[in-house]
């Protein structure tokens, strides 16, 4: 039997690694690129995971941005809020992470999604 793959699951697939890379352009383009090769590959290799629905990439995509969220809320505020001005970047790229987030955690909780990892 074949399993059927919800269109929810492909775009969770492709798009999961927008809220944990979503930092403001400044922090991005100082970050040497070689660095941003291992959660690159990571996601490449999490994404063919949940495309061809490995039960582990259900759970690890869910620690992902569990994770994501809860530590950009954590550093949110400490992060934003300097000596002598307010990051406004980095506040609403953490705000936009931290709802991106859990956007994809409610899109995985689903009932579709479950039954799709399990057939």
């Given at each position: 039997?074949?399993?059927s793959r919800p269109a929810v699951?492909?775009?969770?697939?492709?798009?999961?690694?927008i809220p944990v890379l979503l930092f403001p352009p400044d922090v991005l383009l100082s970050v040497n690129p070689l660095l941003l090769l291992a959660p690159v590959a990571l996601f490449v290799?999490?994404?063919?995971?949940?495309?061809?629905?490995?039960?582990?990439?259900?759970?690890?995509?869910v620690f992902v941005q569990g994770f994501n969220a809860i530590a950009r809320f954590l550093?949110?505020?400490?992060?934003a809020v300097g000596q002598e001005?307010?990051?406004w970047s980095f506040l609403i790229?953490?705000?936009?992470a931290v709802?991106?987030?859990?956007?994809?955690?409610?899109?995985?909780?689903k009932p579709?999604?479950?039954?799709?990892?399990?057939?």
């Open positions: 039997m074949e399993r699951v492909t775009m969770i697939a492709v798009f999961q690694f290799f999490l994404g063919w995971a949940m495309l061809t629905l490995k039960r582990w990439a259900l759970m690890s995509c550093i949110m505020f400490p992060q001005s307010f990051d790229t953490s705000l936009g709802l991106l987030s859990s956007l994809i955690l409610y899109l995985i909780d579709e999604v479950h039954v799709a990892f399990r057939a």
